[in-house]
Each structure stands twice: as C-alpha cells, then as structure tokens.
C-alpha cells in the first residue's frame, strides 16, 4: 500500500516512515497547500485538511497538525505554532519567555487520515522550554524544547530516539496501530 503524507516538511515524512515501514505500506510526501482553519483545537483544523483535501487528492493519505502549548503563555502558540515559528522563530518564543519562571509546555500532534471518512490520531509529550537552543536536529521548536525525564533537546536526539517519546510518534504510533488491525 502506498500512503500520502501532505506535507511540505520531509523531516515529518522521516519520522513517519519509520511507523509504516514494518507495516508495508510506502509513505510518501505529497506536497499540496491546503487552507488551514483558525480554529481553538488542533482536531478541528486537521478534519478541515483532509476533508477539503479529500475533494482533490486520489486515495488514502493523512496529515499531521501539531502544536506547541506553553503553560505560562496560556497554550500559545498552540494551533498558531506554524504561523508563530514562521514569524517570530524559536528566538521570538525564548524573548517572550525571558524572566518567565513557569516554563513548563507540551506538545501536542493531531493526525488526521482519509480513506473515505476522517480518522484522528492523537499524541502528547509534556517537557519543558529551555534559556536558550540546543541541537542541530529536527525541527521547529525542537531546540527549545526537552521532554519530561530527559536532560536533552528534541534537535539533540536521534529521529529513532525523538519518535519513541515525541507528540506525532505517539500519534503516528497509534495510527500505525490502527492501521494494522484495519489492513486485514
């Protein structure tokens, strides 16, 4: 089975791969641009995706909205994270969270699959922002950001060790769950 991943970030595509790999099914990055929603959860904006994809894309595919939840900021950016890394960067969060004591956050990642109907896959990694970045790896927010009961990084951890405990590799875990029981 081939799978559609819409994205436009092939670090996402990476990690999924390693999900569906063992399954059979070939992931591939399929980049479209589709509108995303302003909407108060991540769910609402991911079932808008892939059901106004859905009229122009051919067979099974899924996409993935996550976002960076930051407790003393009450949730922001949350469902804005793309847009704020993009405008602000992970220097622009750490400038909003100088002298910030509080500096708890999670993750969180939405996965949205159509194969005829929408399915959601949810994923959650609690952790901590960091004083200032560290790592080369990953993406986004990751150098900013070190999970609960570790001392590193998301950008200071391998694909393979980031997808054990990271927001989209609990969703994509349970995707890939789901689909392997759906498969047969």
Known sequence: ????????????????RKYFE????????LRVEYPEIQADTLEEVAE?????????VEGPFFLDDSGLFID????????YSAYVYKTLGVDGILKLMEGVENRSAHFRSVI?????????????????IIHERRGSGGFGFDPIFVPRGFNRTFAEMTT????????RGRALRA?????KENLK
């Open 1 to 16: 089975m081939r799978l559609a991943f819409i994205t436009s970030n092939p670090g996402k595509v990476e990690e999924a």
């Open 22 to 29: 063992p399954l059979g099914v070939e992931v591939y990055q």
């Open 48 to 56: 808008y995706g892939v059901r106004w994809l859905s009229e122009r």
């Open 72 to 79: 003393a900021l009450n949730g922001f950016p949350g469902v």
């Open 112 to 128: 949205a699959y159509w194969d005829g109907e929408v399915h959601l896959f949810r994923g959650r990694v609690d952790g901590d």
């Open 160 to 167: 393979e060790e980031k997808n054990t405990i990271s927001h």
């Open 175 to 179: 995707f890939a769950e789901w689909l």
